[in-house]
């Protein structure tokens, strides 16, 4: 995935095997790093929520400032700060702000997904993320097969699958570097996010509000996207995953100390 193109990334999402609604990953190249921006617009499971999740990374892909905002059943607003001169991570809440000392490169829950895709481990091989509040850990599963429709025809590529702990979620990224799949268990059932189209996005193209769109099965075929990876049919199991943050831990947190307007960990 060249991270020099301004692009967007469409995708459909699904849970229990129901339509979800859609999200939109879009990659904006700056002079000091990229900007990602993430929007979803979610109907299941309910409460029915907008969202819109924004990154600021730098060339090397790390975060310095990272907000979250998600509607519905109330609204909830997040904003935060890596300061690596100032050796502080601090995070915003609304009337409420804390930091923590940055000890170690940290991501958010986009630059995490970027991270994990440019990972070369083999099979088996663990890389650590250090998080806000907590760590996940990023663990090679064997590829899995894909199939592509190009020009009407059907051809299998290998994608690389990447298993985020704690929780249960799979990342899915074909040779070409692309989040083709997401997938997280919640509840009982699996919410998946899948790629369906890639769209080159011109100097001061501005995209249009996310909308519910049609399966694209249901699509006539003029509107089908085509090129974009599958998983194939005859797998017997479809692991899935979910583009945001992966579960903190919990366990062993140190008990954090509560000030008015900021709280410092020593």
């Not at 000890?103 to 890389?127: C, F, N, T, Y």
């Not at 070409?176 to 193209?205: D, W």
């Amino acid at each position: 995935m060249d991270i020099a193109l301004a692009q967007s990334l469409r995708y459909s999402l699904k849970y229990a095997g129901h339509p979800a609604g859609e999200q939109r990953l879009t990659l904006e190249p700056r002079r000091d790093g990229l900007r990602l921006t993430l929007e979803a617009s979610v109907e299941l499971p309910l409460p029915k929520t907008r969202q819109r999740w924004e990154s600021e990374v730098d060339r090397e892909g790390l975060p310095h400032r990272y907000r979250e905002r998600v509607e519905g059943g109330g609204a909830r607003v997040m904003e935060v700060e890596f300061s690596r001169e100032d050796g502080l991570v601090t995070v915003s809440l609304g009337k409420d702000d804390f930091a923590t000392p940055y000890l170690a490169q940290m991501h958010d829950p986009l630059s995490l997904i970027l991270a994990v895709g440019r990972l070369k481990l083999e099979v088996g091989e663990v890389e650590k993320f250090a998080l806000v509040g907590g760590r996940a850990y990023a663990e090679r599963l064997p590829d899995q097969s894909v199939e592509v429709v190009s020009s009407g025809e059907s051809i299998e590529q290998s994608v690389r699958v990447y298993r985020l702990r704690p929780g249960l979620s799979l990342l899915y990224f074909d040779k070409e570097g692309y989040p083709v799949r997401l997938t997280q268990k919640v509840g009982e059932h699996v919410f998946e996010a899948e790629l369906v189209q890639v769209q080159r996005l011109e100097a001061g193209q501005r995209l249009q509000p996310l909308e519910r769109r049609l399966e694209p099965a249901q699509r006539p075929s003029s509107q089908r996207d085509s090129g974009r990876p599958r998983i194939g049919a005859r797998e017997s199991t479809k692991p899935r995953v979910v583009s945001g943050e992966p579960p903190k831990e919990r366990q062993g947190e140190t008990p954090s100390r509560r000030r008015r307007r900021r709280r410092r960990y020593n």
